[in-house]
């Protein structure tokens, strides 16, 4: 059972500046059984210095897919989870890593998952964040937060590795899921409407979009439930 809640869970690492960070991280994700490491627009790609860092773990560098955006990376996943150190004025509540990896670990029972992670020097941006359903961060010491790449990666990977470890059986819950690209296509449409209506302010919708992502965020959205919501707009839009 955890060896496939474990192999639900990708690692996505968006815009890593050092390859051997990149190596470290494909070693501390094997230590805890995690194999599937997704690249968001790189720095520098993999190279002879991040093989080194992999040590053992080189397959899994090698299997390693690249990817454009973070969009591209999250494509097919049910949910995602930021990992975060810093706090942020954002809707999201942050949990501990603990907390946040019980949290993956339930969703990886139904489909593909995804742990996200910044660059080194000043982690993910805002706009990364509100693409992941959660955000949780390390409780580290207050005083000295800093946390490498690859510790950090492997933090979460023990902990997540932990909680697939206490997972226990349970029925099927029965409707799938909605896919990471079928709630971002619902947010956009769920702007666009906004604004033909004229409730939401073209000059400032940074401020409610957020809120409105946090509303349907502590839901676990189905792809039915979704389909009902977009042909709902859709009947709206036709009398705006």
């Known amino acids: 059972m955890s060896a496939v809640l474990l192999s ?5 690492l968006s815009r890593t500046s050092h390859p051997g960070n990149i190596g470290a991280a494909a070693r501390a994700m094997k230590t805890m059984g995690i194999t599937s490491l997704y690249l968001v627009s790189p720095k520098k790609p993999p190279d002879i210095e991040a093989e080194a860092m992999a040590s053992g773990a080189v397959d899994v560098l090698k299997g390693a897919r690249v990817c454009a955006s973070l969009a591209e990376a999250l494509q097919g996943t049910i949910y995602s989870l930021a990992v975060s150190a810093r706090r942020r004025e954002l809707a999201y509540v942050s949990v ?64 997540s590795r932990i909680a697939a470890l206490e997972a226990q059986p349970r029925p099927e819950v029965g409707a ?33 979009l957020p809120r409105l992502r946090r509303l349907f965020g502590r839901v676990r959205l189905e792809q039915e439930e979704v389909n009902i919501l977009r042909g709902m707009l859709s009947s709206f839009d036709k009398n705006t």
Do not use: W
Not at 8 to 12: F, K, P, T
Not at 129 to 141: E, K, N, V
Not at 179 to 207: C, I, T
């Open 8 to 12: 639900h869970i990708r690692v996505v």
């Open 96 to 159: 501990d890593a603990r907390s946040g990896a019980r949290q993956l670990l339930a969703a990886a029972r139904e489909g593909e998952v995804a742990l996200v992670f910044g660059t080194e020097m000043s982690g993910l941006t805002n706009e990364e964040i509100l693409q992941c359903r959660a955000a949780t961060h390390i409780p580290a010491d207050p005083g000295y937060s800093s946390l490498n790449l690859a510790a950090a990666v492997q933090v979460m990977a023990y902990e």
């Open 176 to 208: 799938a899921a909605a896919r990471h690209e079928d709630v971002e296509n619902f947010y956009a449409h769920l702007e666009r409407s906004l604004l033909a209506s004229g409730f939401l302010n073209p000059a400032n919708p940074k401020r409610l």
